[in-house]
């Protein structure tokens, strides 16, 4: 039915996990076409994820932007750190 979720040679379809560090959501495609299209988003940066936090404290009621740049340290559990040779990300905060 899904020829892709056997083909070894595109990895049955998975494509990346995000966000290894905080939950480790999997990408998986359930086509070739979907495949391709979705390696092309994140090879050029286009996949953007929302999230909803629970934030113990104040927060400004308006829209806020948090920008760093973000490096990932390998190890037995591998992290994120703020680093000057990291890759530029940028998160937008807004309270709901």
Not at 49 to 66: E, F, K, M, S
């Amino acid at each position: 039915r899904h020829a892709l979720v056997c083909d070894r040679k595109h990895r049955c379809g998975l494509l990346h996990r995000l966000d290894v560090p905080s939950s480790g959501l999997i990408l998986v495609a359930k086509t070739y076409s979907a495949y391709y299209q979705l390696q092309l988003q994140l090879r050029i940066g286009r996949i953007s994820r929302d999230y909803i936090i629970l934030c113990h404290g104040w927060v400004a009621p308006r829209l806020q932007q948090i920008a760093a740049r973000v490096d990932t340290i390998q190890g037995r559990q591998s992290h994120a750190i703020i680093s000057t040779s990291g890759r530029p990300c940028c998160s937008w905060l807004k309270v709901l």
